[in-house]
């Protein structure tokens, strides 16, 4: 029993890891994101390709070579961080892609009327951005962006491979040091699943909140 | 959409396109500035010596990533046809009329699509042998992969249902078709044939999972790639090499599976989501991008 809740305090300590990681990656993720939608969705060409180029790379790699090779390569090249700060950079990298998509499906989404209707009332282009499209876009955009966060949440669990002692990397250790699988997957499953719902259960309020009643 | 985005701008004048003209130049040697300066610390770390990136080509190295290649595409073959007739079964349970077949099926779908898959495959390489069964080690990849994509292809069959017109069934039901009946003749087959594009997109997640085969040894691509690397220290070259594969292929999968929605929504069938004349469709669920990302 005393095993069990000394497993609870390190399980308690990943489950902080991951949650550090998952809201560092999605910071950075939204972030890059959103400077990525901006250069697809620009009029010029060189930006829009390098925004396509980047975001068809990031969304056929698997995360793990990614990883691999942030981790294991680029110090050959002279480049290195310390594990935490390279997980959170290469989450935020990879899922910038799929946060980008998120952000230009919503943007799309908004028919095209609405922007002609604005620059036909005389609003600038900041304006129609800012009071039409833009609220607009955010709607379709919730549902799909909290998909990238669970999507981080659960890809931050791949530290483990790399080193990151995040809450998977602790219940490896866990598990083969003690001879108790059961509680320690099963407190850590508990961790993840919560994490998850919430996440699901406040972007449905969110959506909710902003859906048009008309 | 390839063009540009016609939501946001308006055509531009004389003096948007001299503008326009002026950040493309900006941005091409910005772009170049970056590649020159990688490519500068590359080189100073001695990464782009020809031998390091030729050795790739040697017919024995081939033939070993080669085979990893192989491996991967069995994984991912093995998955797909054994989580396709899960994720069916898992959603058909979850829709039916039995509360405690679809509570089973509710509380499986949201725990394997909610703890990650290394979690999984840990569970099946540390705990489940002490239970006294040992799993060998290409079945301790593909039954976790399964059971999590198995849950996730259980909500695309389910929003394949949902997006189906409810006329169908209506309709069903007014011939004197009972619940099964509807859902097994009429409305099942129809949604299947919506998923189809979302079906081939997750292709590229299954080959992405089987990457964790590095977990327990698995000799898939990544796996190769890492004992090559380990072998040689060519890191950043092996690592780069299946980099390019994986995303070659992948890239092939999603085009075909744009290609397949593309179709889909020129050619609607009965039953199907009703076609948008501007093609700006807003985002569903259906979406191969939105519905899951990782």
């Known amino acids: 029993m005393s095993e069990i809740l000394k497993h609870i305090g390190v399980l308690v300590g990943g489950l902080g890891v991951t949650v550090e990681l998952s809201l560092l990656g999605f910071v950075g993720a939204a972030v890059l994101g959103i400077a990525l939608t901006i250069m697809r969705v620009s009029p010029v060409t060189p930006l829009r390709a390098f925004g396509t180029l980047y975001v068809e790379v990031f969304r056929n790699i698997p995360l793990l070579v990614f990883l691999f090779l942030f981790v294991f390569g680029l110090p050959d090249a002279g480049i290195s961080f310390p594990l935490f700060t390279s997980e959170a950079i290469c989450l935020a990298m990879y899922f910038a892609a799929f946060a980008c998509e998120a952000m230009r499906g919503g943007i799309n989404a908004v028919p095209v009327g609405q922007a002609e209707a604005a620059r036909a009332l005389g609003m600038t282009f900041t304006q129609s951005l800012r009071l039409i499209i833009l609220p607009q876009a955010f709607r379709t955009m919730v549902q799909p962006l909290a998909n990238v966060l669970i999507g981080i949440v659960l890809g931050s669990s791949l530290g483990a491979a790399v080193g990151v002692s995040e809450l998977t990397g602790r219940v490896q250790i866990l598990e083969l040091q003690y001879d108790e699988p059961l509680p320690t997957v099963g407190l850590a499953a508990l961790g993840y699943v919560v994490i998850t719902l919430t996440i699901a259960l406040v972007a449905g309020r969110v959506q909710k909140r902003m859906a048009v009643r008309r | ?294």
């Not at chain 2, 192989?70 to 991912?76: I, K, Q």
């Not at chain 2, 997640?205 to 990544?222: F, I, M, N, R």
């Not at chain 2, 070659?248 to 999968?253: C, D, E, F, K, Y």
């Open chain 2, 1 to 294: 959409m390839s063009g540009v985005n016609r939501v946001l701008f308006d055509a531009p004048g004389p003096r948007a396109r001299r503008r326009i003209a002026v950040a493309s130049v900006v941005s091409v040697l910005v772009m170049a500035g970056v590649v020159v300066l990688g490519l500068v610390q590359f080189g100073r770390n001695g990464q782009l010596v020809a031998a390091k990136w030729t050795y790739f080509t040697q017919a024995p190295i081939l033939r070993f990533l080669l085979s990893g290649i192989g491996t991967t595409g069995e994984v991912a073959a093995v998955c797909a046809v054994l989580a396709l007739p899960l994720g069916a079964v898992l959603a058909l349970g979850r829709m039916s009329d039995s509360r405690v077949l679809t509570a089973v099926c509710v509380v499986f779908i949201e725990f394997f699509r909610s703890v990650p898959l290394l979690m999984v495959i840990y569970i099946f390489l540390l705990a489940v042998p002490k239970s006294g069964y040992t799993f060998p080690v290409f079945w301790q990849l593909v039954i976790p992969i399964v059971l999590c994509s198995g849950a996730v292809l259980a909500e695309v069959f389910r929003a394949g249902v949902m997006a189906l017109d409810s006329g169908q069934s209506e309709a069903a039901y007014a011939l004197g078709m009972k619940r099964r009946q509807v859902m097994w003749i009429v409305v099942f087959p129809q949604a299947i044939r919506l998923v189809v594009p979302t079906l081939v997109s997750q292709l590229v997640s299954l080959l992405k999972d089987s990457t964790l085969g590095y977990a327990v040894s698995v000799a898939e691509l990544l796996n190769q790639a890492k004992d090559l690397s380990s072998y040689t220290h060519y890191f950043i070259q092996s690592y780069t090499v299946v980099a390019v594969v994986y995303i070659l292929v992948n890239a092939a999968i999603s085009q075909f599976a744009h290609a397949l929605e593309r179709r889909a929504r020129r050619k609607p069938r009965a039953g199907g989501v009703v076609p948008d004349p501007d093609g700006t469709r807003p985002a569903t669920e259906l979406d191969s991008e939105t519905l899951r990302v990782a």
